[in-house]
Every structure is written in C-alpha cells, then in structure tokens.
C-alpha cells in the first residue's frame, strides 16, 4: 500500500505563520533529505535572510523614526533598523485590526498598496505603502522574531492638502479700515506655484483704479497669502476666494459695516435677551411656588 510523505517548510510567527508544504506520492520511499534542506535554504534566503550567529540579542536602532506624516495618493514608508539580527526574521504588523502585513522580505497581505522592502545584508526593513489614504493612519510595529517578540512601534498620520482663511467664514469690517485677509495652505506636497484670490467670483485685479490692494505670499511648509485691501467700501463686500494650484480652495465672506450693527447681531441680540428674561420669569415662578 503506497504511503504519502508530507514535508512542510515552516516559518512561525506570534501572530501567523507562512507555511510551505508540498505532499509527494511515492513507491514507498522517503524523500531525498538534501531537497529539503536545499529548499529550506533558498526559502530562507530569498524571504527571510539567513544571517550567521553572532553574540548578543538583536535590538533595535534608538534613532528609528517613532512618528511618519504622509500625504493621501503619495507613497509613504516606515522604516525599521535593527542591529544583530543573527538569524531572527522581522515582521511587520498594522495594530488596527492585527494584522500581519509582512515577514521578511515577503509580503503577506493581499492588500498591493502594502509592500516588504529590504536590501540584502542591510539594517533596514521597511514597509512601503503604494496611495496610502486617511484611514491607513494608526499605529504599525516593526517586529523581531525573538521568545517574547519584541517590537517597534511607528505610528502614521496620512492628512490630506487644505485650505483657510482665518477668521473666517464670516469678516466684519468697518468702511474705511482695511480688509485683512490671510490665506493658510497646508499639507501639501510642495509649496504652491500660485494662490489666487477672486472676489465674487471674478480674478481681482491688482492693477485696477480702485487702487490700495496688495498681496504678500510667503511659500513653505505652510505657506500663506495676505490679501490687503486698504479703505474698505462697501462695494468690497462679498465672498473672497482663496485657490492654490495644488489644494482645494477656501472662502470667506466680507461684511463692511457702516456704523450700524448687523442685522445677523441684532437678532441674536434680541433672541438672547428674549431667552433670558423668560428664563428669568421661569425662575422666579419656580420660587414662589416653592416658598407658598
């Protein structure tokens, strides 16, 4: 009666493990051990990386970057440096749902965005994200294979560009003061080539007779744009829009008061005082009954 070998090549993890098995039929005979062995080594040496013992436990590098910021759509990677490895494989693993994202230099998620990235005999093991989006932030840990394991821990905030006008979404201006507005563009990729500026709907011209308006825009990490419009009329009402090339846009509306008080603050105003003095009248009914 014929028998089946099975032979499995295995790696363990904490958390999961790869398993390689092959099952042969044979004639009653084992199978050649030096296969398995050969096959062990290439398995290890292209996904795990063999490394020769040497004293001392394996530890990772103190100046591994804890905290990664990355942009939605741009690829991000975390990295992890581990010094004395010897033959302890690294993993990497998402904290949200526990999942084991790679071992090795072998990707175990079916998710393409994610993707192992080591060079042979380096420090280095890095995971890559391919289009990362707002709800891969959270926190990852890089892994050594040790009994516990220990690990690493990188936590990612990927944010997306966007655009302000502090102070807004509603300016109260007096005529004649000046219209003060400052546009704060953040998270993007580089700084802006350009930022306009539109005023009910139209492109505002820096060069027209109305004069006294002037712009000052400052490119960085954060980059920002001044729009200044000096002796405000009440033809400068309306909303202003702020467009960077390389994020969305933002708005504010511009009210030029000319003494009078809004008729917005008037009637939150008269709601307020209205609210109190029934409030009032509520208590006051509240205590006589209490007192009689």
């Not at 051990?33 to 436990?57: C, H, I, K, M, Y």
Request: hydrophobic share 35%; aromatic share 8%.
């Amino acid at each position: 009666m014929a028998r089946a070998a099975a032979v499995c090549l295995f790696t363990a993890h904490f958390l999961g493990c790869i398993i390689v098995c092959r099952q042969d039929s044979t004639n009653n005979r084992p199978r050649d051990q030096s296969t398995v062995s050969e096959s062990s080594r290439r398995f290890r040496t292209e996904f795990l990386e063999d490394w020769p013992q040497t004293p001392g436990a394996p530890y990772f590098d103190p100046s591994t970057p804890e905290n990664v910021t990355g942009l939605v759509g741009h690829p991000v990677t975390l990295l992890c440096k581990v010094k004395n490895l010897q033959n302890r494989t690294v993993s990497w693993v998402r904290h949200r749902d526990i999942h084991l994202l790679t071992v090795g230099r072998y990707t175990y998620t079916s998710d393409q965005r994610f993707e192992a990235q080591h060079k042979p005999r380096s420090e280095e093991w890095a995971l890559r994200i391919r289009s990362p989006q707002r709800r891969d932030s959270g926190q990852y840990e890089c892994q050594i294979s040790t009994t516990p394991p220990i690990g690493h821990a990188v936590h990612l905030n990927i944010v997306e560009p966007e655009t302000e006008i502090m102070g807004g979404p509603d300016l109260f201006i007096y005529a004649g003061s000046t219209i003060n507005l400052t546009c704060i563009v953040r998270h993007t990729p580089e700084p802006p080539n350009t930022i306009n500026w539109t005023h009910r709907g139209k492109t505002i011209n820096f060069d027209s007779t109305r004069g006294g308006i002037s712009l000052v825009t400052e490119k960085g990490i954060h980059s920002s744009s001044r729009l200044l419009v000096q002796s405000a009329r009440t033809t400068d009402a309306g909303t202003y829009q702020c467009a960077p090339d390389n994020a969305q846009s933002a708005t504010a509306r511009v009210h030029v008061l000319t003494g009078e008080t809004p008729a917005a603050m008037q009637g939150s105003a008269q709601w307020a005082s209205s609210f109190n003095l029934q409030t009032l009248i509520s208590i006051a009914s509240v205590i006589y009954f209490l007192i009689v």
